[in-house]
């Protein structure tokens, strides 16, 4: 259900649910867990990607009332993404909902296509978001904009987005993944350490 494509320094990864809305289990974020892991000082850019026409709906439903809803792993992936050397970039190819934030709000750049929606149902569910997401989304948006999504419960358009700085571009769905290439041909041109050197000087973390 997580698909790595690796070509060279250039890593794809691609959630491959599409029946259940690529709704993560436990065992999806473990191995999405251990990727990152696998590409830290390795690639030189990762792209996030999903199939089907949503990104992830979050939490598959059955787990989320196992305990998946509160589970670390959800923090233990956003870090381990964060902490990645190289660009990473999140390609939306759809929907973003729920526990499925950190892994995109960990990312470098976010790109989506126009029919993409976001929303953070953590108010109406009774879950507390994991710790480092509304951090990362009020730096993005700002507290008032984070509180609309997080407290208020907004569904968020694609063109609001970009226009808040949740996302960084909206493309085309056709165009999405050569867009995100696109991003990272410049990085992929470049020494891995001269990667890392330039974003360890922008992280804001």
Sequence with gaps: MIDVHKDGDLWYVTLNRPEKANS??????ATLIEVVGDAHGVAKCLILSGVGNVFSAG??????????????????????MAALPCLTIAALNGTLAGGAFGMALACDLRI??????FFYPVMTLG?????????????????????????????????????WGLID???????????????GRTVLAA???????????????
């Excluded at 196992?66 to 870090?79: F, K, Q, R, V, Y």
């Design 24 to 29: 993560l289990t436990p065992n999806m974020l």
């Design 59 to 80: 939490a598959d439903l059955d787990a989320a009332k196992a305990g998946l809803a509160t589970s670390p792993l959800w923090e233990e992936l956003s870090t381990s």
């Design 112 to 117: 989506a296509v126009p029919e993409a929606k």
């Design 127 to 163: 879950y507390l978001p994991q710790p480092s997401d509304p951090k990362r989304l009020v730096a993005l948006i700002g507290p008032a904009r984070a509180k609309m999504i997080l407290m208020a419960g907004q569904k968020i358009g694609a063109d609001e987005a970009v226009s």
């Design 169 to 183: 571009r909206v493309v085309a769905r056709d165009d999405l993944m050569s867009a995100a290439l696109d991003l």
């Design 191 to 205: 020494p891995v350490s001269h990667v890392a050197g330039i974003k360890g000087l922008v992280r804001c973390e």
